[in-house]
């Protein structure tokens, strides 16, 4: 199994961005697809999680209204759409995928993480 998150970078204040997950060696659609972050010094954030089934979405409140985490199943490709973005965005971005229907921390698979950088 592995999950290639890709889409990191250096975005100026307000910007946008589109994070992936490819997905091999497993279905996403029978996961749950999550997008974690680790911010320098700090400890591993859940910031938004879709439940295979689409019933369940979680976004953490510093990310609501700018953040939206989709999934194209017949890509097995997993998104996370980040606008308006601030410094405090600044971070390693993961994602994960879980057979719990909900975010969890300690979810079955992991990507490597990818940089996202806010600054001008």
């Known amino acids: 199994v592995q999950l290639q998150a890709s889409g990191g970078g250096l975005v100026q204040p307000g910007g946008s961005l589109r994070l992936s997950c490819a997905a091999s060696?497993?279905?996403?659609?029978?996961?749950?697809l999550g997008w974690f972050r680790q911010a320098p010094g700090k400890g591993r954030e859940a910031v938004s999680c879709?439940?295979?089934?689409?019933?369940?979405?979680f976004v953490a409140d510093s990310a609501k209204g700018r953040f939206t985490v989709s999934r194209d199943n017949s890509k097995n490709i997993g998104y996370l759409q980040m606008n308006s973005l601030k410094p405090e965005d600044t971070a390693v971005y993961y994602c994960?995928?879980?057979?719990?229907?909900?975010?969890?921390?300690?979810?079955?698979?992991w990507g490597q993480g990818t940089q996202v950088t806010v600054s001008s």
């Open positions: 879709l439940d295979n089934s689409g019933t369940y979405k």
């Open positions: 060696g497993l279905t996403l659609d029978d996961y749950t």
């Open positions: 994960a995928t879980d057979q719990k229907p909900y975010c969890s921390g300690y979810a079955d698979y």
